[in-house]
């Protein structure tokens, strides 16, 4: 989530604030700007600490060192120098102790290196500002290609529908003189058809075995059209019954069997329809008898609405194609990946 401008730039500032104080005042910031008797206890204490360390040490009544004053002992320097290190109290040249200021002369040096922690801090800011953008810019576009996605994918299945039922209607239709209780019949059909498609309209894929329904459905409506001039085969692997399959893409490839193979003929034709493994793909085979020799327009809306559910669901990893076999038979297949 994105912080405020304004909510960075807050912690920005208190950030450099803490840590200036905290550099400037040796890590005693807070108990200086809250209350000054710790620091007289802190210092009262060192004086008994400078003054136990002099006496381990036999220095007691040596004269302490200034730069102009030194004592005339080197080692005795340099412990000096040490308690003064340490504890920040030493002797002056008149014997009386007095408190060394250790922050004197370090200013120059605190004020640059506040300067370059406060440059860490905006060049941390700055790489996480970018980082952040890039992050957001990135969400932004994956967001709106799946939208543009979606909203195609509902463009294409808004195609499906009104041709199917149309195409069902008119089946119905030619029952209603003739044969009024399996027009009736039919209407229930229909009315399962549209309620099963309407439930998957918002589904990528549904399973196999849903849209084998769909599919039985159909058959069921055209075979009253064509009665014994429609003959269908089913040779369905159970085991690929709950694989999913993108929604009346199976029914489509039935219905253009029967448009461009079966409804041709005045003897009406053969359909068969597969489903099975083949190495780590599901196959979904659709033959019809007859002949493909250009009269299917591959622009056309059944194959080309095939091609491109199957481009945007399976990004490239599913494929569509349609071809004779055996002289007299026209086979389309739709190759998918496995889910398992």
Known sequence: ??????????????????????????????????????????????????????????????????????????????????????????????????????????FWWDLIFTFILVALWLLLYMVWHYLQKNQNDQVDKLTLEKTVKELELKTIKSHINPHFIFNSLNSIRALVDENPQRARKAITELSNILRSSMQVEKMETVPLQKELDIVNDYLALEQMRFEERLRVEMCIDEDTLEQPVPPMMLQTLVENAIKHGISKHIDGGFIKIISDFKDDNHEMIVQNSGHLNGDLNENGFGIKSTEDRLRFLYLGKARFEIKNIDGDMVQSKVTMPVKW
């Open 1 to 106: 989530m994105r912080l405020p401008i304004t909510s960075v730039f807050s912690i920005f500032i208190i950030g450099v604030t803490l840590t200036g104080l905290t550099v400037y005042y040796g890590g005693r910031a807070t108990a200086i700007v809250t209350n000054y008797s710790l620091v007289d206890y802190e210092k009262k204490e060192d004086l008994q600490k400078a003054i136990r360390e002099e006496q381990a040490m036999n220095l007691a009544g040596t004269n302490y060192y200034q730069h102009e004053n030194p004592a005339p002992d080197s080692a005795s320097l340099s412990h000096l120098q040490s308690i003064k290190r340490n504890t920040g109290w030493y002797r002056n040249t008149n014997g009386e102790w007095q408190y060394a200021d250790q922050h004197k002369g370090r």
